[in-house]
């Protein structure tokens, strides 16, 4: 089954288009959301004034974990070395390198004949894959020029070093069959793209953009470029939900986490909307449709289930099995449970990894005049493995006896406890951060205990760090 990536333009679109007019924190949250939902690349703006776009790049660079930054760059080399020295902080750097390529922009948008386009584009791409093996070349306005010139003109920037073309559909007047067909010739007229990755970006003047995606996928690409808040082209949420419904008739899959997707489609378009300052993404992350709602430890697995989707979460079986067993705990010694702290609870017990390690029990003995001794029962595989420690109050000796029984230490970047509600009964809720091979691994636990939250939460950032070393 062929990976499918979705590229994300909506940052690009913004600028292009003008339809938005994002601040820089904006963006970085924005940035943050679409990293974490698993597209294959972030598209971001070059750089028009070095210093202020340089330090945006920079700063977004830092915060890609998963994704791909992509860069677009003139075909000058001090364009090319200024967005690399800005992006090269990202663990995977692309960049890219477009030219109009009809006959009419050739003309009036790159001022350049139809040769020259090609020796410009190859040369410029040449030079960026001196820098990184990841180089994309993007033909602006492709479906309106000559099959027999674009195959030249992939020739000649594959052959320069180019692992990416993308053909970029501006006109928008294509139907899916047209547009199938249109990837199909190419196909056919420039076998080079049988040995590389074909992008697709499509218009939605027709209202066919997702469609004639879809199309194209069928026809052999393997990149679709959508963006997260509509602006008249591809539509990520939904051609993401429709690789994710027809894998197996496409015989194509995407890794775009489709659970999380309504949910962050919400954050951004808080992010994205008219009046940002009353839809701020910290504040209303409840929504108003669960929003006073309360639920108890009689209630069943389906009510549950019911207000996690009205929360915007869309879980498989095997995580709405985790939540609701979290809930069980959590309303066990609570009177009610809060949309809030049901929010919690699906940030904290589901959208996880495998378990590797899984906690059994503790037991905790601190107090004034000797040191706090923790005893750690966690399950790997099966097999009950157990430590006890000594440490400087309950959560050290907790987070050593876990390091026992692991038998690693990893280095503690961070660690926070806040309370996800108020009162006697409140939950708390733990963020431990952990640091291996140079990477920083989260994770997450919710409990009435503080204690118990934070073992919880140590654990969850250990099965990431499993399973990452196990794949």
């Keep these: 089954m062929r990976d499918i990536r979705v590229s994300d333009i909506t940052m690009r679109e913004a600028i292009a288009s003008k339809a938005l007019s994002l601040s820089f924190k904006e963006k970085l949250e924005i940035v943050k959301i679409l990293d974490r939902i698993g597209v294959g690349s972030i598209e971001v703006e070059g750089i028009e004034s070095s210093k202020v776009d340089s330090l945006r790049i920079k700063s977004i660079a830092s915060l890609v974990k998963n994704s791909t930054l992509a860069v677009p760059v003139k075909m000058d080399d001090d364009s090319i070395q200024a967005a690399w020295n800005a992006a090269k902080g990202a663990k995977h750097v692309r960049l890219q390198v477009e030219a109009a390529v009809s006959p009419s922009c050739m003309e009036y948008i790159q001022r350049k004949k139809a040769d020259t386009l090609i020796a410009d584009a190859a040369e410029a791409v040449a030079k960026c894959a001196q820098l990184t093996d990841d180089v994309e070349f993007v033909a602006i306005d ?241 097999e009950l493995i157990e430590a006890v420690s000594l440490g400087d109050g309950s959560i050290d000796s907790s987070f050593k006896s876990i390091e026992s029984v692991v038998g690693k230490h990893y280095e503690l970047d961070d660690f926070s406890i806040q309370a996800v509600t108020e009162g006697r009964e409140a939950m708390g809720e733990s963020v431990v951060k952990l640091i291996a091979d140079g990477k920083v691994y989260s994770g997450r636990g919710i409990s009435t205990d503080i204690v118990e939250s934070s073992i919880r939460a140590y654990i969850n950032a250990l099965n990431k760090i499993a399973y990452e070393e196990q794949n």
């Design 142 to 382: 492709a479906t309106r020029t000559d099959v027999a010139y674009l195959a030249r003109v992939i020739d000649a920037v594959v052959a320069a070093g180019a692992k990416t073309v993308t053909v970029r559909d501006a006109a928008g007047s294509m139907l899916p069959e047209e547009f199938a067909q249109f990837i199909a010739d190419l196909c056919q007229a420039a076998p080079q793209l049988k040995d590389i990755d074909l992008g697709i970006s499509c218009c939605n003047n027709l209202n066919m953009a997702d469609a004639c995606a879809v199309a194209g996928v069928m026809a052999g690409a393997s990149i679709v470029k959508a963006t997260s808040y509509p602006m008249g082209v591809v539509a990520l949420d939904n051609v993401a939900r429709i690789l994710a419904a027809k894998a197996d008739a496409l015989g194509a899959q995407s890794k775009v986490r489709v659970t999380e997707l309504k949910r962050a489609m919400n954050q951004i378009s808080r992010l994205c909307c008219d009046d940002r300052s009353k839809a701020s993404l910290f504040t209303g992350a409840v929504s108003e449709a669960v929003e006073g709602v309360v639920l108890t430890a009689g209630d069943d697995q389906a009510t549950v289930m019911q207000y996690v989707e009205r929360l915007g979460y869309s879980l498989s079986d095997e995580d709405a099995e985790a939540v609701f067993e979290a809930f069980k705990k959590i309303a066990a010694s609570k009177e009610r449970v809060s949309a809030t702290e049901l929010d919690a609870i699906v940030a904290s017990a589901a959208l996880q990894v495998p378990p590797t390690y899984t906690l059994d029990g503790y037991v905790i003995n601190s107090g004034l005049s000797f040191k706090a001794t923790s005893h750690i029962s966690l399950r790997k595989d099966g």
